[in-house]
T-cell receptor
Framework: DVKVTQSSRYLVKRTGEKVFLECVQDMDHENMFWYRQDPGLGLRLIYF???????EKGDIPEGYSVSREKKERFSLILESASTNQTSMYLCASSSGLAGAYTDTQYFGPGTRLTVL | SQKIEQNSEALNIQEGKTATLTCNYT??????LQWYRQDPGRGPVFLLLIRENEKEKRKERLKVTFDTTLKQSLFHITASQPADSATYLC??????????FGGGTRLMVKP
């Protein structure tokens, strides 16, 4: 079974802090994604990566950056956390074999981030 | 703009009945559509994928239909059980774009 893990389930940070969210997948997947999920807004794509060191902006990249130095690891960085970034953050991966961005996504358990 | 609509109100049904969830989309011509299940505090889990040339797909007690004319997918759970209680997300994929998730519908199955 595919396993996607995230570094923290719950995180509390202060406004202005730099925040790192880590995601690791163990199935040699090409594609990795970062979403945030808010009540009433559903899942919104922040960034995705289709290869090591490659990244593409999603729908809401402002205030975020990402890093993918190794195939299995995809990091989301909040350069200067703000209260409106309080949310559930979900990482996902997909194999990429069925065609870029078209196949099943496997999600991690999520990180609930609170910015005070 | 592209829009996905799922009933944001919870669907409450009695155990043993069939649950039917709706996913409507506009300004899309999805090549396929996926359904996911999400339990509270957890990430979504893939359930089924249906392609544009398929009218219906089944997996155990689950059935998905895809009507490209109506721009709608229906997700059915037959003989529903309390363990089926969760939020169900649809995700159409439009060629050239990303998989986009609907807001989900919460299903509550009462014993």
């Amino acid at each position: 079974d595919v396993k996607v893990t995230q570094s923290s389930r719950y995180l509390v940070k202060r406004t202005g802090e730099k925040v790192f969210l880590e995601c690791v997948q163990d199935m040699d997947h090409e594609n990795m994604f970062w979403y945030r999920q808010d009540p009433g807004l559903g899942l919104r794509l922040i960034y995705f990566s289709y290869d090591v060191k490659m990244k593409e902006k999603g729908d809401i990249p402002e205030g975020y950056s990402v890093s993918r130095e190794k195939k299995e690891r995809f990091s989301l960085i909040l350069e200067s956390a703000s209260t409106n970034q309080t949310s559930m953050y979900l990482c996902a991966s997909s194999s990429g074999l069925a065609g870029a961005y078209t196949d099943t996504q496997y999600f991690g358990p999520g990180t609930r981030l609170t910015v005070l | 703009s592209q829009k996905i609509e799922q009933n944001s109100e919870a669907l409450n049904i009695q155990e043993g009945k069939t649950a039917t969830l709706t996913c409507n989309y506009t300004n899309y011509s999805p090549a396929y559509l996926q359904w996911y299940r999400q339990d509270p505090g957890r990430g979504p889990v893939f359930l089924l994928l249906i392609r544009e040339n398929e009218k219906e797909k089944r997996k155990e007690r689950l059935k998905v239909t895809f009507d490209t004319t109506l721009k709608q997918s229906l997700f059915h759970i037959t003989a529903s059980q309390p363990a089926d209680s969760a939020t169900y997300l649809c995700a159409p994929y439009n060629a050239g774009n990303m998989l986009t998730f609907g807001g989900g519908t919460r299903l509550m199955v009462k014993p």
